[in-house]
Each structure stands twice: as structure tokens, then as C-alpha cells.
């Protein structure tokens, strides 16, 4: 979601601070050691009233037996049974499966055409990486609302481009093809949309980070008669580490939780053949035309996500805290 | 001596820098292909908003403006229900990021000003939080607003949408803070200035691009967030302009409307687009700067 978290999280202090400005700034009197306790309050009330409070009803409703169809009858406690539920739902297991692999070829292809088009924007002249620049902070700019509607635009049976230039070319199958008939196609065609929004972010901050490399290192390789390939895996990869390991854990989480290119594509009813995790829980818990709307079953499932997407969560902290501490 | 060396050399690197250039203009044919196969799906957008609807359902599809028509903006614009959304889609944001960035400076200040027991404890909560699905915290979410009677309000989709933005405008806020330097706040306490005198005077103006930055951020984020309004809000007459582009999508009476849709995609993308354009220098260099620092 958020582009942001990859901001610097160098932690001013230094380890050791002068005793003279720890007397300035971190206060003698009793009242500066309450201020930095009084900032926080704010953001501290509001985050545990929309996120705290959220969590521990999210954990509290996957133990109850509750839809919105037993408003009237109350609450029963009904334990583990969500889980139990959940965990022996042969439709979850095949989403869970689903956006593994959806996820997964959805994060390579995206790091490995952003890293490309990285190193690719490093060779060029100045105007063409002018002009790509640009050309990824326009698509960056496209919310996923718009571009999923034009990617449905594009992939459309009747009128889109994309039949009609795959027809033009000899694949004369693809006329009219219907790309959503098939669900695992459809699916590609998600994957598309995914990809395409997360390339720019990819390899702006990849170029980003392959400029502060130091020139001289890579002509000193190339002196030493490095191959292209032993230049980028002795000299690049090494330097570019840190942040590929930051961009691929915020892709892992991103790709994972990808909701409006599938939902939208398939104009909000997605099939069960579109189901991964995020579609799945959503559609449990809210979609009411699916019959038997299930609160406490989708709260089972979004606690059990949290669990899944927790591991990576704490990788990436673990990875951001390491290089905060190095700086 | 030294001649004869640089004679022997003289060619060879006239042959390298050759073989370079030529290199170079390989990588800018593919620059340009990749550049124009990436662009195609928005310049597609943009043709079909303004193609008069018999070229737009066509079996064969131009690849250049045949002819001008704004018919499709025209009908967007003229939609009573899609002007309502923009100003609620205006209202929501703004309110989202300026409470956010009210609260988040304070915290921001705490985080990069003070040391404090508890301190790692909050960041490594304020990074956390960052990473909770949005589909997560949207069961209960929705339970309690409409609870509180804020089902179907905008002041319920605002209280949801901080959930999202306070976490990250506080931490963008608190790298720009560390970043002013703390010898001014300490020149400012010795030359008398009050605590909150430094802080006026001192920490916020220096810090003022930064808020603008990080509330162009939040801004993005709220202005396209469809997930959660989708569930929170479901009168036509408060939705936001994202939700009125995919019912416009998906509604029957539009149905193989294209250039509508199209039109209304490029409307309701292009405030974010502007924004965008406008901060993409500090978006592609400040947003990395750190984290490389390593």
C-alpha cells in the first residue's frame, strides 16, 4: 500500500550523547521527561481506537458464532470451531494455495522487470531515461481502481485491443476471446494489471539505489575483466541488498493482500475460481448474495492471514531496524 | 616512454568508446520500445475518453484520433451523482490527511526529538501497524461505526481511513523532523526561546515541506482507498468517486460504455496525477535516500 515505508529509519541519537545535550533536550525537570509521553498520546488513542480495538474485536468475533443473521439470537461462544471450520474448508485451502502461487509469480515477474528496467535506465542516454521516468511516474500515478477498469478495457471479448491485435498477428484464436472464461486466465490478466502498477515503484527506487553505487568500483571490475554478469554479482548485487530485500518483503505483503484487481475485474462478484485469501474472506463475510454471510468465519480467516503475513512483517522490521542501526 | 604508451593506448580506447556508443544506442532502442509498450495502456485510456463512441465500438480499433469528442466528459460531468461523490471524495481526504498530519506531528516530534523509555517499543508499533490488512481491521471496523451510528457516514469512512494514514505520516514525519538539525533547536533553547517557542519558531517552519510531502501522500492513499468504502458507505449519495467509477463499470444502464468509463477513469485520476507529478522528484530521491543508507 503505502510507498512510503521504505523511508529512511536512521535513528537520530547518537549512542552515546553529550551529557550537556542530554540537559538541553532530554530535559532535567520532571516535565520534560512527561513531554515525548504527552505527544504521543494523540496517535496513541487513535491507534488503539481504530487499530487496537479493531484486533481484539477481530479476535473476539472468530471465537463467536455470529452473522449479521443472528442479530436477534445473541452471541453464543463457540470456541475454535471458525477455526476448525476455516482450516478444514477445501475452498480455503485452495485459496490459500491460489495466492501462494499468484503472490509468488506476481513478485518475481514484477522485481525482475523492475530491476531490469532499473539497470536498463542506468545505460541509456539522458533524454531516454528522461522519457521513461516519466513514463513510470504516470503509470505510478494510476490508482488501481482506474487501471483495472482499463485492463478489463484492453482484455474486453467484444471490442478490446488486445484480441484484436493478437488476431492481427496470427493468432487468429484470440478474436473475441473471452479472457475471463477461464479463471487461471483471468487471473494472468490480474497479474498484468499488478505488475504493470508495480514497476514503477520497482525501478525508480531500484535505479534510486543502483546511482549511489560508486562508479569507480564497477570500472574497476570491468578492469579487472569482469564479465557484465560477475560485475553485477560481485559489485552491484552485494551494494543493492539491503533494498532488495526491503522491496521484495513489501511486495510479498502487497502481492499477497492484492484485492481491488481481482474484485474489480470481475465487476465485485468474483467466481470461485478467483478466490485467494483476501477475495475469499471478503466474500465470507460481507457478500450476502453468496446466501449465508459468515462474520465470525472471515474474522477466523483474516486472523489467520495476519498470522501468515506476520512472518514477513517481522523479517522486514528486523531488516529496517538492522540497517536504521548501521547508519 | 610515456608516448609510446599512450600511443598503444590512443586506439584501443577509441575502439572501447565506439563499441560503447553503439551499446548505448541498442539499450536506447529498448528504452524507447519498453517505454512505449508501458505507456500504451494509459495512452489507450486517454484515446478512448475522447473518441466519439461509434470509433470507441469499433471491431477495428484506431491507434490514432480519427476525430475529437468530449461527449463522454461531457455525460461524467453532467451526472449529478458523480458531482455529489467528488465533493464527499473531497471532504473525506482532506479531513483524513489534515487530522492525520495534526496528530502524527506531535508523535512524529516525540519520536525524533526525545529519548524515552518505550521508545522502541513505539516505533517498532508504529511500523507495525503499518503491515495489518485493511481487510482485517474492516469486519470489526464496520461492527463498531455502525454501532456508533456511523454506518453510511463520512465522519465512519474518516475514522477508518486514519487507520491507514496516521501510522505512515507519522513515521514520514519523523524522518523530515530528524533531519532539521538539532543544533538550531539547541541554539534556540540557549538563546531563551520556551520549549514551544523552539518548536514554533524553529522546527516547524523547517519542517513545513515535509508535512506538505507527507499530507500529498496520505492524500493518494485515501483519494483511491476503494476496499473499505466499498462496505462503509453504501448510499449512492455519499460514495466517493471511486466507488462511482466501478458501479459506472459495472451498471447495466452503461453497459459497453467505454468512453465513459474511460472519461471518468481519467477524472477521477487526474488529482492524484497532478500531485504526483508535482512531488515525483521528492517521491523517486527522498523515498530511498535512507533506505540504502546501510
Known amino acids: 500500500m503505502s510507498v512510503v515505508n521504505i523511508i529512511e529509519i536512521d535513528d537520530p541519537p547518537s549512542p552515546s550523547p553529550a551529557p550537556a545535550r542530554r540537559r538541553l533536550l532530554g530535559g532535567a525537570g520532571r516535565e520534560a521527561g512527561l513531554l515525548p509521553y504527552l505527544l504521543l498520546i494523540p496517535t496513541g488513542l487513535v491507534l488503539a481506537a481504530v487499530i487496537g480495538y479493531p484486533l481484539v474485536r477481530l479476535v473476539i468475533m472468530s471465537l463467536e458464532k455470529d452473522g449479521s443473521s443472528s442479530k436477534f439470537t445473541g452471541t453464543p461462544f463457540v470456541g475454535f470451531s471458525e477455526y476448525q471450520k476455516v482450516l478444514t474448508d477445501s475452498v480455503f485451502w485452495s485459496s490459500v494455495e491460489r495466492t501462494i502461487v499468484f503472490a509468488g509469480a506476481n513478485v518475481i515477474l514484477s522485481l525482475l522487470f523492475g530491476l531490469g528496467l532499473a539497470l536498463l535506465m542506468g545505460r541509456v542516454s539522458r533524454s531516454v531515461k528522461l522519457i521513461l521516468t516519466v513514463v513510470l511516474m504516470f503509470v505510478w500515478s494510476v490508482p488501481t481502481t482506474v487501471s483495472t477498469e482499463l485492463f478489463r478495457w484492453l482484455f474486453d471479448a467484444q471490442y478490446g485491443v488486445v484480441d484484436y491485435v493478437l488476431a492481427k498477428v496470427g493468432l487468429g484464436s484470440y478474436a473475441q476471446h473471452d479472457w475471463f472464461a477461464d479463471p487461471n486466465q483471468g487471473l494472468q490478466v490480474a497479474s498484468f494489471i499488478i505488475i504493470w502498477g508495480a514497476i514503477p515503484f520497482l525501478a525508480v527506487t531500484l535505479s534510486a539505489g543502483l546511482a549511489q553505487i560508486p562508479k569507480e568500483l564497477l570500472e574497476a571490475a570491468k578492469v579487472d575483466g569482469a564479465s557484465a554478469w560477475q560485475a553485477f554479482r560481485n559489485v552491484t548485487y552485494p551494494f543493492l541488498r539491503p533494498l532488495l530485500v526491503i522491496v521484495t518483503t513489501l511486495s510479498v505483503i502487497w502481492d499477497t493482500g492484492v484485492f481491488n484487481q481481482i474484485y474489480i475485474l470481475r465487476q465485485t462478484h468474483p467466481e470461485p475460481g478467483y478466490y485467494t485469501l483476501g477475495i475469499y474472506s471478503y466474500v465470507k463475510a460481507f457478500a450476502t448474495i453468496y446466501g449465508n454471510d459468515n462474520y465470525s468465519y472471515g474474522a477466523a480467516m483474516a486472523i489467520i492471514m495476519v498470522l501468515l503475513m506476520g512472518v514477513f512483517m517481522v523479517g522486514y522490521i528486523r531488516q529496517l531496524l538492522r540497517i536504521g542501526s548501521e547508519a | ?294
Open chain 2, 1 to 294: 616512454m610515456a608516448a609510446v604508451a599512450s600511443a598503444a593506448v590512443r586506439p584501443r580506447r577509441r575502439r572501447v568508446s565506439a563499441r560503447r556508443r553503439r551499446a548505448t544506442i541498442g539499450w536506447n532502442i529498448l528504452g524507447l520500445l519498453l517505454s512505449v509498450f508501458i505507456a500504451f495502456p494509459v495512452y489507450w485510456l486517454l484515446l478512448t475518453s475522447v473518441e466519439p463512441t461509434r470509433f470507441v465500438q469499433s471491431a477495428t480499433p484506431n491507434f490514432l484520433p480519427k476525430a475529437f469528442s468530449f461527449s463522454s466528459y461531457s455525460e461524467v460531468i453532467h451526472d449529478p451523482v458523480f458531482t455529489q461523490d467528488l465533493v464527499n471524495s473531497l471532504i473525506i481526504t482532506a479531513s483524513t490527511v489534515l487530522f492525520s498530519l495534526l496528530i502524527g506531528f506531535f508523535a512524529a516530534l516525540a519520536l525524533a526529538r526525545f529519548r524515552f523509555r518505550g521508545k522502541s517499543l513505539a516505533i517498532i508499533i508504529v511500523m507495525g501497524v503499518q503491515m495489518v490488512p485493511l481487510i482485517a481491521l474492516l469486519f470489526p471496523l464496520n461492527d463498531a461505526l455502525s454501532k456508533a451510528g456511523l454506518g453510511d457516514t463520512s465522519l465512519g469512512v474518516i475514522i477508518a481511513y486514519v487507520s491507514f494514514t496516521a501510522p505512515f505520516t507519522v513515521w514520514t514525519l519523523r524522518t523530515f523532523i530528524a533531519n532539521v538539525p538539532r543544533e538550531l533547536d539547541e541554539a534556540a533553547l540557549v538563546d531563551g526561546c520556551t520549549r514551544f517557542q523552539t518548536f514554533y519558531k524553529v522546527i516547524l517552519p523547517l519542517t513545513l515541506p515535509g508535512l506538505v510531502a507527507t499530507g500529498v501522500f496520505g492524500w493518494i492513499q485515501a483519494w483511491n482507498e476503494f476496499l473499505m468504502a466499498n462496505i462503509l458507505l453504501t448510499d449512492n449519495s455519499k460514495q466517493t468517486v471511486q466507488l462511482y467509477l466501478v458501479s459506472f463499470g459495472n451498471s447495466p444502464t452503461h453497459g459497453a460504455d467505454w468512453g465513459g468509463l474511460m472519461a471518468a477513469s481519467t477524472l477521477v485520476s487526474i488529482p492524484v496525477i497532478i500531485l504526483f507529478l508535482i512531488f515525483q522528484r521528492w517521491m523517486a530521491s527522498g523515498l530511498t535516500a535512507g533506505a540504502v543508507k546501510g
